[in-house]
């Protein structure tokens, strides 16, 4: 790792490969969610409690979604670095 | 507006000695703070950056306490009173700008051990050029986003006192910047994260009384036009301009030139995640409480007449609402409240702007950051006093929206792919900051002026700007590809290897600080 050899750049490029497919994965999860929501807002008659159905998505709903997001992600990134530096130890 | 006023007047002096009362010591204690903070505060990087220990509990109610400014205190809750749920997307992009930031930046950035973008450019790329254009954006970025806030300190101010609107802007632009001039507020974690709480309870406490007094029937609530959603902000392309703010509001967090200096804080790469994940917890629960007061505001008070901004809906609706005493009582906290959003939100602006400026244009003593602050304070004041009042959470966007064209970019290809080269940096910014300021010049200065089709998109470039910026940073950077050096992989494995390995992994060279 000190010195750049080959072998170093290829296990860091080997990171951050896996760090950013972590990441699209969270992110296309996101942009799921916030591209069905204009169609899901599309169903207007619908209500719980007498919210509508678009308020409850965008007014509440979405603010645990993007909690529990953030906090797998941080889980699967740590993941990701412990196996790193695990490899690194048995090399 | 009558009717309104004729309520309001019959309560003013009530309310105005209240709203004083409520008002002063919030800006006392902020002043008084940051007088004790300048004892504290030896270095520049005291003065920035709380010498990088804080946990992240205190950090991310702190980062929160900043960010949280007058256009979500205010203006949030006014355009969804106005707007109905299509406004819901405002701060539910506020938020989830954070999940952007935790995805592709949070902890790299840390790693880097830069405070500004433009030392994050200058340690990813060494281009001196690189770095004064990012310098530019952090200074035209900021700006932006003061403006409004000032805009909204006057208004708070107008309303309770009576004065005229520049008066409040002539008076909240100085206490800032002398308060920053003084202490440099960064170093005060403790208060920002107090001032979290503080604008929670601020907003919270009035939600809770006047839906108890009032008891409005939830049915009844949610009817007509405008609960239903699709209607956009008003402009001819609803679903376009929606998707523009998401994009904007999204990408544009991690490009907030104060956000990303308080992640510079936290001890790790690890602990800059673990920040990340509570802001979005602290966030979500502070928006609900502008998005039941923006509902029960549209059925108690009339929209504001044309021309006229949504912001001072909240300021009013407690007088409206339940009236007398409690509601007297209730105007001064949402004041009070207000005024703490806008303190704490332009503070951090004018730290980030004077850190920027004493290190990249004065050499970086603390004495620089004394004038450069003072700069950075006025430069907005001159350009507030001018301009008329938009909708502050609108402006707010066109700043978010500047951000996600050029810093956004800059960040997750510079963080993420090598092959990102200094000329293919320097292209996109240009592309992505030249298509949004101007895109917001045009619709600001000729709001009439609609040049066809996408009249409505002015104000929202977003969905443009940020494509472009993205395709001409990789389209010059595959031009250019025989520039790049080792220096990238070197970089990039200083930004990604965690904690145990990162002895052998160290940067090429650090900015001077």
Redesign the interface.
């Known amino acids: 790792m000190a010195e750049q050899t080959e072998i170093g750049r290829e296990l860091v490029r080997g990171l951050v490969r896996a760090q950013l497919a972590a990441a699209h994965r969270r992110r296309g999860a996101a942009a799921l969610r916030s591209t069905a929501d204009p169609v899901r807002a599309a169903v207007q008659d619908f209500r719980i409690l007498g919210v509508p159905l678009a308020w409850w998505v965008l007014g509440a709903a979405v603010y645990p979604v993007v909690y529990l997001l953030a906090r797998l992600h941080r889980r699967q990134a740590e993941r990701i670095e412990r196996d790193f530096t695990d490899l690194l130890g048995r090399g | 507006m009558s009717a309104l006023h004729a309520e309001t007047d019959t309560t003013s002096l009530g309310s105005s000695t209240l709203s004083l009362i409520a008002i002063v010591p919030v800006a006392v204690a902020t002043g008084a703070i940051g007088a004790f903070g300048v004892r504290m505060a030896r270095t520049t990087s005291d003065f920035l950056v709380a010498s990088r220990t804080v946990r992240p509990g205190w950090n991310a109610a702190a980062i929160s306490g900043e960010y949280l400014s007058a256009a979500s205190f205010l203006g949030v809750a006014g355009l969804i009173a106005v707007q109905g749920?299509d406004a819901?997307?405002y701060p539910?992009g506020f938020?989830?700008g954070?999940?952007?930031l935790?995805?592709?930046v949070a902890?790299p950035l840390r790693r880097s051990g830069a405070y500004t973008v433009p030392d994050f450019a200058q340690i990813r790329w060494g281009s001196p050029r690189l770095r004064t254009v990012c310098t530019a954006l952090v200074l035209a970025i900021a700006w932006l986003y003061l403006v409004p806030q000032l805009h909204g300190a006057g208004l708070v101010l107008q309303q309770v006192t009576g004065l005229p609107r520049w008066v409040g802007i002539v008076a909240v632009a100085l206490v800032v910047t002398a308060n920053v001039v003084a202490g440099g507020m960064r170093s005060i974690t403790l208060v920002q994260a107090f001032q979290y709480w503080f604008k929670l309870m601020a907003l919270a406490v009035p939600v809770f009384v006047i839906a108890i007094i009032t008891r409005p029937?939830?049915?009844s609530?949610?009817a007509g036009q405008w609960?239903?959603?699709?209607s956009g902000f008003g402009g001819s392309h609803p679903?376009t301009e929606?998707y523009s703010l998401?994009l904007a509001t999204?990408l544009g967090v991690m490009g907030l030139p104060h956000v990303l200096v308080r992640f510079y804080t936290t001890p790790d790469g690890?602990s800059a995640?673990?920040t990340?994940?509570r802001v979005?917890?602290l966030?979500?629960?502070f928006?609900?409480f502008p998005?039941i007061a923006g509902?029960l505001m549209h059925q108690l008070m009339p929209p504001p007449a044309p021309g006229e901004s949504a912001d001072s809906m909240l300021l009013q609706w407690p007088a409206v609402a339940v009236g007398g005493t409690v509601g007297n009582l209730l105007a001064a906290l949402v004041a009070a409240g207000a005024i703490a959003a806008f303190l704490a939100t332009s503070s951090g602006l004018v730290v980030a702007a004077a850190g920027v400026l004493s290190t990249d244009v004065l050499r970086g003593r603390v004495r620089d950051f004394r004038w450069a602050a003072g700069v950075a304070g006025l430069v907005p004041l001159a350009m507030a006093l001018p301009t008329s009042s938009l909708d502050i959470s609108q402006v707010v966007g066109m700043a978010f929206a500047v951000a996600a064209s050029t810093f956004c970019p800059l960040l997750v290809l510079g963080t993420?792919w090598?092959g990102l080269t200094t000329a293919g940096a320097v292209a996109g910014l240009i592309a992505g900051g030249g298509l949004s300021l101007g895109a917001l010049t045009v619709s600001v200065v000729l709001p009439g002026a609609s040049p066809g089709p996408l009249a409505g998109l002015l104000g929202q470039p977003a969905v443009g700007s940020v494509p472009a910026a993205f395709a001409t940073m990789i389209a010059v950077s595959l031009l250019t590809r025989s520039a790049l050096t080792?220096r990238a992989?070197?970089v990039?494995?200083a930004l990604?290897?965690?904690?145990?390995?990162r002895r052998?992994?160290t940067m090429p060279d650090r900015p001077a600080h």
């Open positions: 749920p819901l997307w539910v938020t989830a954070y999940l952007a935790q995805l592709f902890a029937g939830v049915q609530l949610f609960a239903e959603s699709g679903i929606v998401m999204f690890g995640r673990a990340t994940v979005t917890a966030l979500g629960a928006y609900l998005t509902v993420w090598r080792q992989d070197a990039l494995a990604h290897v965690p904690g145990p390995a052998a992994a």
